[in-house]
């Protein structure tokens, strides 16, 4: 069974800051998917980026991007310029290509100061 | 379109009721799926249907728990005789194709007196 492993329970930054936020994960598979979520509190959960496994290049979204590196079974998320509505618990997801369910870590809840 | 919508928001039961809670998808979507996130976790999987019909359900889902989708449009997921340990937040997701991201709606969250 995949799992996936989110080290950071909380972390903060600074307005303007730069924070990476971590995620690795196990599977046999070669083909999958890897997603990030935002879900703000008492808010709906948002997607804010995806990778897929076969593709090299890393994925970005905007002030969003990630280090995927294959090999290493790691996914971390980088948010550049950031911003108090950044502030929410991050969720790293896995999904194998042929199953449709999402496998979730436990979150980190990132904190973003003025 | 208005997203992935569930309903109720907040459910509080005496233990041992019966709950139903609705999820309409995205209208375009075929896929739908619940989850349960309880507190200081992720969401776990909970089943799956394409259209109207069930997929994949987890072991999480006990035999006091059963989901429909009978037109292939909104769902229903039901609890019977509801213990403390069903406490949580219920996610419902939806999907166009199995390679198109989830979207979530805003969960019921369900409260066992």
């Known amino acids: 069974a995949q799992t996936v492993t989110q080290s950071q329970p909380e972390m903060s930054v600074q307005e303007a800051e730069t924070v990476t936020l971590s995620c690795t994960y196990d599977t046999s598979e070669n083909n999958y998917y890897l997603f990030w979520y935002k879900q703000p509190p008492s808010r709906q959960m948002i997607l804010v980026i995806r990778q897929e496994a076969y593709k090299q290049q890393n994925a970005t979204e905007n002030r969003f991007s990630v280090n995927f590196q294959k090999a290493a079974k790691s996914f971390s998320l980088k948010i550049s310029d950031s911003q108090l509505g950044d502030t929410a618990m991050y969720f790293c997801a896995f999904m194998k290509q042929e199953v449709k369910k999402l496998v979730f870590g436990k979150g980190t809840k990132l904190t973003v100061n003025p | 379109d208005t997203g992935v919508s569930q309903d109720p928001r907040h459910k509080i039961t005496k233990r041992g009721q019966n709950v139903t809670f609705r999820c309409d998808p995205i209208?375009?979507?075929?896929?739908l799926y619940w989850y349960r996130q309880t507190l200081g976790q992720g969401p776990e999987f909970l089943t799956y249907?394409?259209?109207?019909?069930?997929?994949?359900k987890s072991r999480l889902l006990s035999d006091r728990f059963s989901a429909e989708r009978p037109k292939g449009s909104f769902s229903t997921l039901e609890i019977q005789r509801t213990e403390q340990g069903d406490s949580a937040m219920y996610l419902c997701?939806?999907?166009?194709?199995?390679?198109?991201?989830?979207?979530f709606g805003d969960g019921t969250r369900l409260s066992i007196l």
């Open positions: 997701a939806s999907s166009g194709t199995s390679n198109q991201p989830q979207h």
């Open positions: 249907f394409q259209n109207e019909a069930q997929l994949e």
């Open positions: 209208s375009e979507h075929n896929r």
